[in-house]
């Protein structure tokens, strides 16, 4: 039960939720692109994740996103307001099809257990 | 999925919110030359005051169907900037000098505001159609 069980359907499954909660933020930061003073926010992944990624490791450890003030933000306006918009749409845009990746390989594992079941 | 609706909540806040304000720029623009209000003297320009909703903090995002952090119109403010004279002895509202009080209406600024609300407007309509596409494709699991 190797392919059921490995922990990459449960990364994949946290990796999913991780793009909804960043879809949030964006949406949240688009939302505000007029509210003066308001900054945006962007989902940071711990240094858990990308420690054992970059050992290339299969990473199994639960993904642990911590939503924080956007680093890359600078205020260029007069109201206070730090939204680029051009930057948060492709943002968006980029998560979304982060987020639609995660579900297609989901999806083939399971169609590869699907085969398997049915024995060919 | 709960998360995916409370982002398409926050973005209709946003749709909402930049409704009001084109509405109001419709009936500054619909004002420019009017002289008799209800409260008296010229029309006064019409703007919106916007906020984020809720605690601006991060608490909010993590809980599923939670829409803090959308917008809202907290209040609509009429301009303070004084009326704007006009020569025109012949009108009835003119004082003994000759001069009309107009409202002070600048309808570039009002067109360039409308602009900036249409595309404020079209990018909240973006991320909902983003979330749509996102929604569709989860309903794909296990297909």
């Given at each position: 039960m190797q392919l059921l069980f490995d922990g990459t359907a449960q990364l994949l499954d946290e990796m999913i939720r991780a793009a909804t909660l960043r879809h949030k933020v964006l949406a949240r930061n688009i939302a505000n692109?007029?509210?003066?003073g308001y900054r945006p926010m962007e989902v940071e992944f711990s240094e858990a994740l990308k420690l054992a990624s970059e050992e290339g490791e299969?990473?199994?450890t639960v993904v642990r996103t911590v939503v924080a003030a956007d680093r890359s933000a600078d205020v260029g306006r007069y109201d206070g307001n730090a939204v680029d918009l051009d930057r948060q749409m492709a943002k968006m845009a980029e998560n979304a099809l982060w987020h639609n990746a995660m579900i297609q390989i989901l999806n083939s594992r399971m169609n590869l257990l699907r085969t398997a079941i049915r024995g060919g | 999925m709960g998360s995916i609706f409370a982002s398409m909540e926050i973005n209709a806040t946003a749709l909402a919110a930049q409704r009001v304000r084109m509405n109001l720029i419709a009936e500054n623009l619909a004002n420019a030359?009017?002289?008799?209000?209800p409260t008296g003297g010229p029309y006064r320009r019409k703007g919106v005051v916007l906020g984020t909703r809720g605690?601006?903090?991060?608490?909010?995002?993590?809980?599923?169907?939670?829409?803090?952090g959308g917008v809202e119109v907290l209040k609509i403010v009429e301009s303070q900037a004084p009326p704007n004279p006009v020569y025109n002895?012949?009108?009835?509202?003119?004082?003994s000098t000759g001069y009309v009080a107009m409202p002070s209406i600048n309808p570039v600024m009002e067109m360039v505001d409308l602009m900036s609300a249409s595309r404020a407007y079209e990018a909240n309509v973006s991320a909902i159609q983003i979330a749509k596409s996102m929604m569709a494709k989860t309903l794909e699991i296990g297909r």
């Open positions: 692109i007029d509210t003066p299969l990473p199994t | 030359e009017v002289t008799r209000t605690t601006p903090g991060f608490e909010g995002l993590l809980k599923a169907g939670d829409v803090s002895p012949s009108h009835p509202d003119a004082d």
